[in-house]
C-alpha cells in the first residue's frame, strides 16, 4: 500500500506556534523532506524527534521529488517541511504536491502558520477577497508586467518581501497604486519585534528612505477603490503607459497591458502615447 505526503506548516517566528498535530505528524512520519536541513535540524532538537531528513529545495526539486515520491509509493510517509511556514506557499513543495496527486498518492495537509493569512489577519484593510501576489520578481520585464495587471486590482494584495529589496519595491507601488493607496507593513510576525505599520505607499517609501528596513515584512496593499478605473483620464494611462516603458517593456505591450487593466481602447491609448 502506498504512503502518504503530510504538508506541516512550521512556526514563522514563535516556536509556540508548533501544533500538536504538527508535533505528531513530524513524530510519526518515516522521513521528513526538509528545504533546509539545517533550519529543520533545529526545529527537530527543539521538539527533540528524530527522524532521518532528506533535502527537497527549488534547486534539486526534480531528482529529489522523484525519489520521494518513490518511497512514499513504496510504503512510507513523508512530512514536508519548509525553513518556516506552509510549505508551497511562495516555498518549494508546489511541484511535490502535483506530482504526489499525479501518482495517486494522498496528499494531507496540516493546518499552521502562514504569514500571509497572518499579516492579511492584522492588517486592518479589507479581507473580504484578497490575491496573493508572493514575491515580485526582480527581472524588470516580468516585474513590470506583474505590476502592471494589478493597476485596476480592487482586491486587497498580498506580497512577500525581503528587507534589502522593500524599497525599489515601495517605490514601485507609488508608481503603480499611486502614493496615498493604503498599505500595512506586518514585519517581524509573533517575533519579538513584531510591528504593523499602517499608513501609505507614499509615506513607507519616505520612512524607510531614511530608515533602512530590518527583518522579514508581509505587504498588504489595499486595493483600487471601484470607482478609480472609471475616473481613469486618458493623461493618467499614458502617464502608465511612459513609466512601463521607463521599466523596461516594449511601448506596443506596455500599451497592451495599460489598455486591458483600464478599459481603454488601446488604438486610442496607443495614439496618446505616440503624440
Ligand atoms: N511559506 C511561507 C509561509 O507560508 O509563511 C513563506 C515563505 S517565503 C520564502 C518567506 C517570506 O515570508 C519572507 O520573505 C516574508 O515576506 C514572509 N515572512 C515569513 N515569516 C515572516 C514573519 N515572521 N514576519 C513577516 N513576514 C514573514
Not at 470607482?227 to 521599466?247: C, F, G, K, P, Y
Amino acid at each position: 500500500m502506498a504512503g502518504m505526503l503530510y504538508l506541516v506548516p512550521t512556526p514563522i517566528g514563535n516556536l509556540g506556534d508548533v501544533s500538536p498535530r504538527c508535533r505528531e505528524t513530524l513524530e510519526s512520519a518515516d522521513f521528513i523532506a526538509a528545504e533546509d536541513t539545517r533550519v529543520t535540524m533545529k526545529l527537530l532538537h527543539y521538539l527533540d524527534i528524530h527522524k532521518p531528513l532528506v533535502s527537497y529545495h527549488e534547486h534539486n526539486k526534480a531528482e529529489s521529488g522523484g525519489k520521494i515520491r518513490a518511497r512514499i509509493l513504496g510504503g512510507e510517509t513523508c512530512a514536508l517541511v519548509s525553513d518556516a511556514g506552509t510549505p508551497a506557499i511562495s516555498d518549494p513543495g508546489e511541484d511535490l504536491v502535483r506530482l504526489c496527486a499525479e501518482n495517486g498518492v494522498t496528499v494531507c495537509t496540516v493546518c499552521g502558520p502562514c504569514a500571509a493569512i497572518t499579516a492579511l489577519a492584522a492588517s486592518g484593510l479589507p479581507t473580504g477577497r484578497f490575491t496573493f501576489e508572493g514575491f515580485l520578481s526582480v527581472n524588470k520585464k516580468s516585474r513590470a508586467e506583474h505590476l502592471a495587471a494589478l493597476v485596476g486590482e480592487t482586491r486587497t494584495m498580498i506580497f512577500y518581501e525581503a528587507p534589502h529589496k522593500l524599497l525599489r519595491t515601495l517605490d514601485d507601488f507609488v508608481q503603480t497604486f499611486g502614493s496615498d493607496r493604503k498599505i500595512s507593513l506586518c514585519r517581524e510576525l509573533t517575533k519579538l519585534h513584531e510591528e504593523i505599520i499602517r499608513t501609505t505607499v507614499g509615506e513607507a517609501a519616505e520612512r524607510f528612505r531614511e530608515t533602512p528596513p530590518r527583518g522579514e515584512f508581509v505587504l498588504i496593499v489595499a486595493g483600487a477603490e471601484k470607482s478609480e478605473n472609471v475616473e481613469m483620464t486618458m493623461e493618467d494611462a499614458v502617464s502608465l503607459v511612459q513609466n512601463r516603458i521607463a521599466e523596461g517593456m516594449r511601448t506596443k505591450d506596455a500599451v497592451k497591458l495599460v489598455a486591458e487593466q483600464t478599459g481603454i481602447a488601446k488604438n486610442a491609448l496607443y495614439d496618446a502615447v505616440v503624440k
